[in-house]
Structure formats: C-alpha cells, structure tokens
C-alpha cells in the first residue's frame, strides 16, 4: 500500500500534468482557431477564380492546357500531409493507413510496375513512410515544406509540382490530407491536383454564369491557361491550411482527453489520499488511548 508522501507526491505529479494538457488544449485552440479564419478568408479569393471558371465553361469554347491533359500514367506523386509535432492522437496514424490505400490502388490502377513518389509534408509523417521506401516506391523530401511553410513557399511548391506534371516527370499527382470539418470531426481525404479533370472543375460551376454574358479579351482559351495555375495555388492553401487545423483539431481532442483522464485519476488519488489519512489519525488515536489504558 502507497505511503501518504507517496500518494501526496503522485497527486502533484498529476495535478501538474492536467494544468499542463489544459494549457497546451487552450494553446492548440487558438491555433486551431486562427487556421480556420484563414480558410474563411480564403474563400473571396477563390470564389472570384471559380467566378471566372464558372464564365469560361459555360461558353462553347474548346479548351486546351497541359494542366487538363490526361496521359498514360507511368509515374504517380502523392503528397501526404501530416505534422511536425506528436500529441495530436491518431492524425499521423490515420493519414499512413490511407496513404498504403492509396498506394494499393494506385498499384491495381496502373499495374505493379508503377512508379510511385511520396513527397511527405511534416517530420511524423516523413518518418512513417521512410520504412515503406523500396522498388519502384520511393520517399522524396522537399526542405522547404513543413507544417511551418509560408504562403511564398506553398506557392513554390505548387509551382514544382506543375512543372514536374508538364515536363512528364510525373504523370499524376495525388493530395492525401485531413480535411478539417469542425473541432470534433476531420475526413480523411485522396484527391487528384493533376491532371486537373474538366468534369470536375464544371460540376461546380455556377449556373447564374450561363445569365451573364461576357467578352474575353485577349480570348477565352488564354484567360482559363491564366486562372488555372491560380485555381491550383488556391487549392493548395486551402488544402495545407484544412490539413494544419485538423492537426490542431485532432491536438485539442486528445488534450481535452488526457485533461479528463488526468482529473479523474487526480480525484481517485485524492479520495485514496483521504482515506489513507483518515486512517492513520485513527490508528494515532488508538495508540494513544491504548497507552492510556495502560497507565
């Protein structure tokens, strides 16, 4: 049985712990918080590109780009998000379990012999898939970018990964991210950034478009070779920004648990604490009443 210095010293050890997790939960909050008004203001942003996609294909124009052109797929890029720090429960976990989907079916896709390149985004992440690198499945990391990166690195990266796409280094490139949804709920989520698919960029398109007349000038074709790059940047900030406020999400969950553990661990020391006191002033008095007695 536990000492009461022994129980006194586990009660401090524990309450310390909790004011720790409460601190670093009211920390991740507020970074969680700033994330997600970044991905509000965002939104203008992309809502006037997608404005001027939405004009452009409701016309009858025949569009061309090497950003929309589909090619046999010999070699894959994924881009896997993750984090820099720990304490953030199962985020990394998660994102390695998709990340072997992904590349199972990749693999059934185009066939065993493809080449796939996983550029990893986030020191736990770059650290998991280091031990999956071997044949035709190789880890490339890219210095610059960490879940730190400034919007003019985001944008550089963009730009590498673009060029590497048009100069058939790579035939495909795929995003594997946490998409942030509230504090208690983040998707795990595979889209393809390359090639960007036509479908895809006119299902959203808004239909009050097709109501409003327009001139291109110098010409239609010119203007969407123009917004596409700046439809691909956008969806890169929004995609590293979704995916660092669903690590401060994940972060602010697994401190909210670890803060209720700690208190309730905290309140079972202290009752046992309580108890084992309790105790001993009895087994004192006794003591001295038995000594009395014997006088």
Do not use: W
């Not at 203001?41 to 996609?53: D, E, Q, S």
């Not at 730190?148 to 790579?170: A, C, G, K, P, W």
């Amino acid at each position: 049985m536990a000492t009461l210095r022994e129980l006194k010293g586990r009660i401090g050890s524990v309450a310390s712990t909790e004011k720790t997790t409460s601190a670093m939960k009211m920390i991740s909050s507020a970074k969680m918080h700033k994330a997600t008004g970044m991905l509000q203001r965002l939104k203008p942003y992309r809502g006037i590109v997608h404005n001027v996609l939405s004009h452009l294909l409701v016309t009858d124009v025949e569009f061309s780009s090497p950003l929309i052109d589909s090619r046999e797929v010999k070699s894959v890029v994924v881009v896997a998000y993750g984090s820099d720090d720990g304490l953030c429960g199962a985020f990394n976990v998660n994102i390695f379990k998709k990340l072997l989907i992904a590349i199972d079916d990749l693999r059934k896709q185009y066939g065993k012999d493809v080449k796939i390149t996983i550029i990893p985004v986030g020191k736990k992440i770059a650290k998991a898939v280091s031990k999956i690198a071997a044949g035709n499945l190789k880890v490339e990391n890219v210095e610059y970018m960490n879940t730190r990166s400034t919007q003019e690195q985001i944008t550089d990266f963009t730009e590498l990964l673009r060029s590497r796409f048009v100069d058939h280094v790579y035939d495909r490139v795929d995003l594997a991210y946490m998409r942030y949804v509230s504090t208690s709920r983040q998707v795990m989520t595979q889209e393809q950034l390359l090639p960007l698919s036509a479908e895809a960029l006119a299902k959203d398109v808004d239909p009050k478009a097709a109501c409003s007349p327009c001139i291109f000038e110098p010409d239609a074709n010119s203007i969407f070779n123009s917004v596409l790059p700046l439809h691909l940047r956008a969806t890169m900030q929004e995609i590293f920004i979704s995916s660092t406020a669903s690590e401060q999400a994940s972060r602010v969950m697994a401190m909210q648990t670890a803060s209720d553990n700690a208190a309730e661990l905290l309140e079972e020391l202290n009752l046992e604490y309580n108890k084992l006191r309790q105790q001993s002033i009895t087994t004192e008095l006794l003591d001295i009443l038995g000594g009395q007695v014997e006088r």
